[in-house]
């Protein structure tokens, strides 16, 4: 066995920086003085592979403002163990500083003072100038991106993904896997594939007719003469969370005997080291590293977990690389006869105003965004409020697009999806048709209307809950909680389904909801099929256009216990 000592193990690429809030432009100067681009890719190299991972882009370009969760609840084994430490609470764990850029980049504590002094994260012609970094110094380093790339932005929905794409081909990603990508249809996800230079693994992605694999399972890769197994692993519950009708042909699911099955199969075909490029999420991948034998590395996705430390698990190591371009992984791994003796590892912040942006991939990136420029640009209102998303229940970008759904389509109950990507806005940021974009861009987001019953809102709620908050992380199937609007409510996520939901009420009268009683409820991102109703983008920017000026007010709606 290989023990927890014999492993070399490195934290947070990024200084600790110490500061307080209230920043202004005098902390802002000092903290990109403070910071250097040599500093936040210093490494020392170790052993014999490197592998470079980035994960959940969802089509951002650009450099973002990007807020972590406050709330991002554990259940069961998981409880107060990572991803589900947030805030003061994980600057402890990681004995990061207060106000350092860790603090910053890896937390919602006082972020947009932070966000002030240290400016945006992303952009992929930073990302591209930190690859060619690390390639500069291990020709032989395997970049691999996880999926939910081609989705998330208005040019990757008007180019049907192909910015991204472009992006991509250009970056020199080796290898991928899917999620979002599948919600472009069959034939877009067939026609892209077709066309890359680099396999899109899934070995989870089965026929769903033959029951039979659709997908290359795996790639090998022969580097400085060690044979790296690459192997994908898909988002296992597509026609759960999205809609099965874009992609029938296909079936996916967590598949773990198939997993084994291809490890064993790699293995017995010489494989020294076997990586398995996830997109399950963080807690579906610790419990599958625990149950199939000989994967060493599971670059994790789908969460947008950004853990400044692997995380071990027997002689697995899990890599949480973050979302939105904020982050790449680096992990330099020793391997001898057949076995992972050692890695060390870095999570890179991409400061934007610290890495020099690459000049090739800024021209490539802003001559996919030209055509569309003075869509994306133009300024439909103002925020006051800080405009976030990520946590398990409603941000303040929820908040507003409730708000609008109620608004324009005269409902009283607002449902918006509990999907973890979207940007943050900053007080004082103007609201552009791009920042809509990045929150609700969809192929399927239509906004319906509709009548519901007491009962059949409670039941919605249950069901979701119960793909969060589910002890068992193979049964956790969803985002974060669905975002509700007009309603009150109360739950306790200890409770079995059917049991968490109580104390459901209007929010504008106090009256309790009914079982048996109709409301008007609006909502978007429905899974059926023939879903009617305008684009919730032209509801969300009609109504920020009303207002002029956006400013939310605290929501305590949903009282949540059994923590």
Not at 28 to 54: C, E, P, S
Not at 59 to 82: D, M, S, T, Y
Not at 284 to 295: C, E, F, S, T
Request: net charge negative.
């Amino acid at each position: 066995m290989i023990t927890r000592r014999e492993f070399l193990q490195a934290s947070m690429a990024a200084s600790a920086i110490v500061g307080t809030s209230g920043f202004g432009t005098w902390a802002r100067l000092a903290a990109q003085q403070a910071l250097t681009q040599d500093q936040l890719l210093r490494f020392d190299d170790f052993g014999n592979v490197t592998l470079i991972h980035v994960t959940d882009i969802h089509a951002q370009l650009k450099p973002i403002w990007f807020r972590e969760p406050e709330v991002n609840l554990g259940v069961g084994g998981a409880k107060g163990h990572v991803p589900h430490v947030t805030g003061a609470d994980f600057l402890k764990m990681f004995d990061i500083a207060p106000g350092s850029a860790d603090a910053y980049a890896l937390t919602c504590e006082d972020f947009a003072a932070l966000a002030r002094a240290y400016g945006r994260m992303g952009g992929m012609d930073r990302v591209a100038t930190v690859v060619k970094a690390i390639r500069a110094a291990r020709p032989d380093s395997i970049l691999l991106d996880g999926g939910d790339t081609w989705h998330g932005s208005m040019t990757s929905f008007l180019t049907k993904g192909q910015d991204m794409v472009n992006v991509m081909n250009a970056l020199g990603v080796e290898a991928m896997t899917s999620h979002w990508e599948w919600t472009y249809g069959t034939d877009r996800v067939k026609e892209i594939v077709e066309g890359l230079p680099f396999p899109f693994l899934g070995a989870n992605i089965f026929d769903a007719e033959w029951d039979e694999p659709a997908f290359e399972p795996y790639q090998v890769f022969e580097k400085g003469g060690i044979k790296v197994a690459v192997i994908g692993q898909a988002f296992p519950y597509m026609p759960i969370a999205n809609p099965g009708w874009m992609f029938p042909e296909f079936s996916f699911g967590i598949r773990e005997e198939r997993m084994q099955a291809v490890v064993n199969e790699v293995r017995a075909d010489g494989a020294d080291l076997v990586v398995c490029l996830s997109h399950n999420g963080f807690d579906v991948d610790r419990k599958m590293a625990g149950r199939v034998k000989g994967i060493n590395v599971i670059l994790t996705g789908h969460t947008h977990d950004a853990v400044p430390e692997p995380v071990l698990v027997g002689e697995t190591i899990l890599i949480a690389s973050g979302s939105n371009g904020k982050f790449v992984s680096r992990v330099d791994l020793d391997v001898r006869d057949g076995r992972m003796m050692g890695y060390r590892h870095k999570l890179i912040p991409i400061f934007s105003d610290v890495i020099e942006p690459d000049p090739e991939m800024a021209a490539l990136i802003d001559g996919e965004r030209e055509p569309f420029k003075a869509q994306l640009e133009e300024q439909i209102g103002t925020t006051e409020s800080l405009l976030y998303r990520r946590g398990n229940f409603n941000g303040t970008w929820d908040d507003l697009i409730c708000d609008a759904i109620r608004s324009e389509r005269d409902a009283e109950i607002a449902m918006s999806p509990g999907v973890r990507w979207g940007t943050t806005l900053l007080p004082g940021d103007p609201i552009t048709r791009e920042d809509i974009h990045n929150v609700t861009s969809m192929t399927y987001g239509a906004c319906y209307r509709t009548e519901m019953t007491g009962e059949t809102i409670r039941a919605i709620l249950e069901d979701v809950a119960d793909n969060i908050f589910n002890p068992d992380p193979y049964y956790q199937q969803g985002g974060d909680m669905v975002r509700i609007g007009g309603l009150a409510y109360a739950i306790d996520v200890s409770k079995p389904i059917g049991q968490r939901i109580s104390d459901m009420a209007l929010v504008d009268t106090g009256e309790a909801i009914e079982a048996g009683r109709s409301y008007t409820v609006a909502g978007w991102a429905s899974v059926n099929e023939g879903t009617e109703g305008p684009q919730i983008w032209d509801v969300i920017e009609a109504h920020v256009r009303k207002l002029g000026s956006v400013k939310l007010e605290p929501n305590t709606s949903v009282v949540v216990t059994g923590i």
